[in-house]
């Protein structure tokens, strides 16, 4: 907390959000509530927060994050009519066993969240380019059709970058020119005019600080029927996972969407044509398109914009 310049202590924080939550529950009755975990300590010990998303207001905070307590805690409460909670398991059983009254929802973060991915999802299984980032979760889906696709579709915008650099440079530009009318920087250019053929990308060796490194172990568990992905993250870090959830995240996501997608057969060809800036003539990074597209209209500029519309007209 020094660090952010409030010269208060944890403890008196939560205190005071306790404080506030008592007169919250004094004062009215609780419709609809949303729940999730927070870390008392990261990785090792988790409570749950307690949100009145009608007041936007905290309204408790539980010590552990469990089915038991939770379920406690919305029994009490016979007043909820919804729960707005994440995709774990674990929240979902507490509002069936504690409120099975309440209708439950998944909240907006998820729901934006998963907007995204399908965004990046749809434009690199589409064929689009990718342009300078990388392609979207499905390049690590352990299913052959999804890896094909990604590496296609990576393997085509490699070309075309490789191709558009070296061809503004025969005609005589030079490299800060092409960096201008590319968009890239001129170390970026620099490294594409070094290649006399389009490099292909070198995976590194697997390492405790991937999840496919316990890809066998995470498969096991998966076809157990244990999908929880903050269980399994418990579990991997036991056995010397190093990497972050998110990673660990992504890796699951993607063989959830393999389980519920019949994926069809790859071309040998990706006809569609990749969606372009309107300025740059570049294709528009899935990832790009897809941060673009979760953003409020009126906090885009007008190139922001115009990126946005780009698809909507098949530009």
């Known amino acids: 907390m020094q660090r952010l310049g409030m010269p208060v202590s944890d403890d008196t924080i939560l205190r005071q959000l306790k404080r506030d939550a008592v007169v919250a529950q004094r004062n009215s009755e609780i419709r609809v509530v949303g729940i999730d975990d927070w870390s008392w300590r990261r990785v090792t010990s988790y409570g749950t927060i307690m949100v009145d998303l009608e ?15 939770a379920a406690k805690w919305l029994r009490d409460r016979p007043s909820i009519e919804v729960v707005s909670r994440d995709r774990c398991g674990l929240y979902a059983q ?57 590496r296609l579709a990576h393997r085509q915008s490699r070309q075309e970058i490789f191709d558009a650099h070296h061809a503004l440079r025969q005609q005589g530009l030079s490299y800060s020119e092409i960096a201008r009318r590319t968009g890239y920087e001129r170390r970026s250019v620099t490294k594409w005019l070094k290649f006399e ?9 697997l ?38 959830f998110a990673n660990l995240e992504r890796l699951l996501g993607a063989w959830r969407r393999a389980e519920r997608e019949q994926v069809e057969e790859v071309p040998p060809t990706l006809e569609s044509e990749p969606v372009r800036d309107p ?13 673009l597209c979760i953003k409020p209209r009126s906090l885009l500029t007008e190139r922001q914009a115009r990126k946005v519309d780009a698809p909507e007209a098949g530009v």
């Open 279 to 291: 300025e740059t003539g570049h294709a528009i990074s899935p990832v790009v398109a897809a941060a």
């Open 207 to 244: 390492k405790p600080t991937s999840p496919w490194y316990f890809e066998t172990f995470l498969a096991e568990c998966w076809k157990d029927g244990n999908r929880c992905w903050r269980h399994l993250f418990h579990h991997v870090k036991q056995r010397g996972y190093t990497g972050s």
């Open 94 to 150: 507490a509002a069936r066993e504690g409120a099975p009254q309440a209708q439950q929802v998944a909240d907006r973060f998820d729901l934006v969240k998963n907007l995204r991915s399908a965004i990046e999802e749809q434009m690199s299984l589409s064929g689009h380019a990718t342009g300078r980032a990388i392609l979207s979760e499905d390049a690590i889906v352990d299913a052959a059709t999804h890896r094909r696709r990604a």
């Open 197 to 205: 053929a389009t490099p292909d990308r070198r995976r590194a060796a």
């Open 55 to 69: 007041r936007r207001s905290v309204v408790d905070i539980l010590d552990d994050r469990s089915v038991e307590s």
